[in-house]
């Protein structure tokens, strides 16, 4: 069968474990080094049975009409926002993703670094060492006694609320559909203007969709509680840069900690670069050894499942799970015993 990776600067730290081990499965792999290279005419799309890439990568818009024998698209870790679930369903392509502990884990541990480094003010602490400024010019917040709002209560606020619980933080959060029997002790459900108006720190930690989408619009950053701090390390597009950049530079928000942005790479002429109390880094500040090995690990054995037939082992459209197996059940996967031409950059292994 053939395998197209698209790869990120993340999975070439597991270039060797991910590709060993789809070979393994009975892969042909074609590792392609950037999203701009499936567009070349010789990617060899019109062979693939499986693409694997980042969440990000806007697979279907550039490949369902080539791949025409496409079977799967699957995820490296969970986010799956640029995978078209209507295009899947109407080619009968499955989506499989990855939700590991190990990335829960990570993105929550990175949250609350961002929490604390803000809180402490780590950035301008070193800043006035560095420079031979006298300092600290404003002192530093505990996070203990301080109300941590979380937007979403997935995997991964579950487990920052559970590792603040031993802070003793005052943790709140907000879901449209949360069940109140669900939220664990020492956990306050709010609703979300409370969330914005009380909280001294908030993190967002829901997907991007187009009920999220601009979530944080001006509106809601302006209703936040006077020098709140904001984290946001789950999807650029849940929050107006734009506002957010005046409401740091006017003064009426504290600080902000962004891994992740409308835009990646960050635009050099971005406001949010000049803006005064920020950390930015370029979304993999949660991409851990431990997170994308357990990321590689979950694509083979998604990978081994589509070959045989079977249902990846966390689907993000089971409602085609009757149609494709109907369609693909009877017919396993094995290695393609011609390779076509690799595209300009790729290589194959």
């Known amino acids: 069968m053939r395998i197209i990776v698209v790869a990120n600067a993340s999975l070439e730290v597991v270039r060797e474990r991910l590709v060993s081990g789809l070979r393994a499965a009975g892969c042909d792999v074609v590792w392609l080094p950037s999203w701009s290279a499936v567009h070349d005419p010789n990617s060899g799309l019109s062979h693939v049975d499986i693409v694997v890439g980042a969440g990000t990568c806007p697979i279907f818009s550039a490949i369902v009409d080539v791949a025409t024998r496409l079977r ?3 995820a490296v870790g969970s986010g799956t926002e640029g995978f ?6 109407q080619h009968t392509v499955i989506i499989g993703y990855g939700p590991t502990a190990e990335n829960s884990e990570s993105m929550a541990e990175a949250t609350i670094l961002l929490m604390l480094a803000l809180s402490y003010r780590l950035k301008q602490s070193e ?4 420079e031979g400024v006298p300092g600290p010019r404003q002192p530093a917040r505990t ?3 301080r109300t941590v709002g979380l937007i979403g209560f997935g995997r991964i606020g579950r487990s920052v609320a559970r590792k603040l619980s031993t802070w003793d933080a005052r943790v709140q959060v907000y879901g449209p559909r949360l069940d109140p029997a669900s939220i664990p002790s020492g956990v306050a459900l709010v609703d979300f203007g409370t969330l914005l108006r009380t909280s001294d720190i908030v993190s967002v930690h829901v997907a991007l969709n187009d009920q ?3 979530m944080l619009g001006a509106e809601q950053l302006e209703s936040m509680k006077p020098g709140a701090l904001l984290v946001n390390t789950a999807r650029g597009g ?3 840069e734009t506002a957010l950049a005046r409401l740091l530079t006017d003064g009426h928000l504290g600080g902000a900690a962004l891994d992740v942005f409308a835009t990646l790479p960050l635009p050099a002429d971005h406001p ?3 803006a005064p109390n920020t950390i930015l880094t370029p979304h993999q500040l949660g991409h851990t050894r431990d997170n994308v090995e357990a990321a590689a690990d979950t694509v083979i054995a998604n990978v081994a499942r589509i070959a045989r037939g079977e249902a990846p082992l966390h689907t993000r459209n089971p409602e085609i799970l009757p149609a494709w197996t109907a369609k693909w059940a009877g017919r396993p996967l094995g290695i393609t015993s011609k390779r076509p031409p690799a595209a300009a950059g790729a290589k194959p292994n």
């Not at 800043?127 to 560095?130: K, T, V």
């Open 238 to 240: 849940i929050v107006d």
């Open 143 to 145: 996070l203990r006694h």
């Open 127 to 130: 800043r006035f060492l560095r």
């Open 272 to 274: 949010l670069r000049q």
């Open 212 to 214: 999220t989408r601009k």
């Open 72 to 74: 799967a698209v699957v």
């Open 84 to 89: 078209d679930r209507a295009l899947a369903a």
